[in-house]
């Protein structure tokens, strides 16, 4: 599997951990999940009321891995405080790969990094319920299926 097959993911996924296992290396595993049925009917401040389907882990699919052997940066955001940006171009839902975005004019002033050092790099991002992860990095992460319940290395 690779990052391009992952943009056509149309579910919701949750962001399960992340880790550096050794300097300037991220490891991303990701959960994919299911509608468990529950509706759940809640009053809004407005005093309308909403319903919406409750949305939980999908325990009997594998852990979908994305290793970035290298990056520039990366950022974690709380869900909640996050807003759609028309000035931004990408492609993909849960998995995404932007073309424009504020976190890629943010490494252009924040950085030195450019074309020439280290080289032509993308914004990866990976919309998860409760967490947008954005990883600028040279190289597209490797993507690798963990199976639970059993020892990773």
């Not at 809640?42 to 970035?68: C, N, Q």
Request: aromatic share 14%.
């Amino acid at each position: 599997m690779n990052y391009s097959e992952l943009l056509q993911y149309q579910g919701y996924i949750y962001l399960n951990s992340i880790f550096e296992p050794e300097d300037n290396t991220l490891i991303v595993d990701i959960d994919r999940c299911k509608n468990n049925g529950i509706i759940v009917d809640e009053k809004t401040r407005e005093g309308t009321f909403t319903s919406y389907g409750l949305i939980d882990v999908d325990d009997t699919l594998p852990i979908i891995r994305l290793k970035f052997d290298w990056y520039i940066a990366y950022s974690v955001r709380n869900e909640s405080f996050t807003v759609m940006d028309e000035c931004e171009v990408y492609k993909g839902t849960a998995f995404s790969l932007y073309s424009k975005s504020r976190y890629l004019d943010f490494i252009e002033v924040g950085t030195i990094a450019d074309d020439i050092y280290p080289g032509p790099f993308k914004h990866y991002g990976i919309n998860a319920l409760n967490h947008i992860i954005d990883v600028v990095s040279t190289e597209p992460p490797s993507i690798s299926i963990l199976q639970r319940n059993v020892k990773q290395e």
